[in-house]
């Protein structure tokens, strides 16, 4: 089946800095990736669309300014959280669109801001 | 506005069958999924359900009635390996994951 990886796995960086993941799907091209967050005990919240070559579309309450989202190839999605904050450290998932009804998720990426 | 509804938690027994419901309200419906979680980790597919009825995998089952807006995830001969969180996630007309919260399923032995 479709592999998505994301990198780093785990993250842990000091209050102010940025922080950048990587999502990438490893055998097959995904016009259109999207990225999530996960607090503890909490569901998937859809924080962007990533779509290839245009601008991310950012769901209500998600600072663009903040999680700055780029999707420069077919194959590879980048979120950088900029001047993280401890309130940032999350689990950060993607996952690619294959067709309409299927999208195949990476195995995530802890962050822990300090 | 959308909202998936389903348990927070359930504790079934080794060798047991549990169904975990799910109910929702959405914009649309393009299928309804299924996945599970294990702690720390990311989602993992486990159904799709478009059209009414039952799907059968193995020892997981899926079903849904879209007029009440209802599916279940039956799972039989439960495993200590089962314990994770299911989650319930609807496709609205947009193609756009609604996430439930997830039912936390506790398997004794």
């Known amino acids: 089946g479709a592999v998505v990886s994301q990198h780093p796995s785990w993250v842990i960086c000091k209050s102010g800095t940025s922080v950048k993941i990587e999502c990438r799907s490893l055998?097959?091209?995904?016009?259109?990736m999207f990225w999530y967050r996960q607090f503890p005990k909490q569901s998937l919240m859809l924080m962007a669309t990533?779509?290839?070559?245009?601008?991310?579309?950012?769901e209500q309450g998600v600072e663009k300014d903040k999680f700055l989202i780029n999707h420069a190839s077919l194959t590879l999605s980048t979120l950088t959280v900029t001047s993280a904050h401890p309130e940032d450290s999350s689990f950060y998932i993607c996952?690619?669109?294959?067709?309409?009804?299927?999208?195949?998720f990476g195995p995530g990426t802890r962050l822990l801001v300090l | 506005g959308q909202n998936i509804d389903q348990p927070t938690e359930m504790t079934a027994t080794e060798g047991a069958i549990v169904q975990i419901n799910c109910t929702y309200q959405?914009?649309?419906?393009?299928?309804l999924f299924w996945y599970q979680q294990h702690a720390g980790e990311a989602p993992t597919f486990l159904s799709y359900?478009?059209l009414d009825g039952l799907e059968e995998k193995g020892r997981f089952s899926s079903f849904l009635s879209r007029s009440k807006g209802y599916s279940y995830l039956l799972l039989k001969e439960l495993q200590m390996k089962d314990s994770a969180s299911y989650l319930c996630?609807?496709?609205?007309?947009?193609?756009?994951?609604?996430w439930g919260a997830g039912t936390k399923l506790i398997i004794k032995p």
């Open positions: 996952s690619a669109r294959v067709t309409e009804e299927t999208q195949y």
């Open positions: 055998d097959f091209q995904a016009t259109t």
């Open positions: 990533s779509n290839e070559g245009s601008k991310a579309t950012y």
């Open positions: 959405t914009s649309g419906f393009n299928g």
């Open positions: 359900n478009v």
């Open positions: 996630a609807v496709m609205d007309s947009n193609y756009q994951l609604i």
